[in-house]
């Protein structure tokens, strides 16, 4: 194998671990939003297995499986609630401190049995998200967590009849 093979395998290792170790991190981890994450197994097992039918040597294989590797890793989830910040982004090592954060609003969707979540830095909304935990579960952390002041406003559905 080919020095470039060797450092892209360790390269790809690295990011897993990095990923796994921030999903492990998180108290309230986000529903996964996107369809990407369902077509993007399906389009890699093509490449895989036209890759074992195509290539010859054992570098290419190598190769082809940690590029493969690489690009799974983007449908790992990491977004959610860890202890001190939101994780936006599974490779959001730093994340938006609670500290930062100048509102959050809460929105339950009876019909998805789901709470959504935006929050307010600068005056600038963060990304939406989607948590499956009851709603009073999320306030009593929040309301911990955040600096003392902010405002967590709960907006209910009114149209349920």
């Known amino acids: 194998m080919t020095v470039f093979t060797l450092l892209f395998v360790a390269f790809t290792t690295v990011l897993y671990l990095f990923l796994f170790l921030v999903k492990k991190e998180l108290i309230f981890t986000a529903k996964h939003q996107s369809l990407f994450s369902i077509f993007l197994p399906i389009l890699l097992g093509i490449f895989a297995g036209s890759l074992f039918i195509t290539t010859g040597t054992l570098d290419e294989v190598v190769r082809g499986v940690a590029v493969s590797l690489a690009i799974i890793s983007y449908a790992i989830n990491g977004r959610g609630i860890a202890s001190d910040r939101f994780v936006i ?3 959001d090592n730093r994340g938006i401190k609670f500290d930062e954060v100048d509102r959050v609003v809460l929105f339950r969707d009876e019909k998805k049995n ?4 935006n929050f307010f830095k600068f005056g600038l909304r963060g990304p939406l998200m989607k948590f499956s935990t009851p709603m009073d579960e999320l306030v009593k952390f929040l309301s911990k967590h955040l600096k003392e002041g902010t405002p967590i406003d709960v907006v209910m559905d009114s149209n349920n009849k």
Do not use: N
Not at 114 to 117: A, H, L, S
């Open 114 to 117: 789901e709470v959504k979540m």
């Open 89 to 91: 982004h599974p490779l």
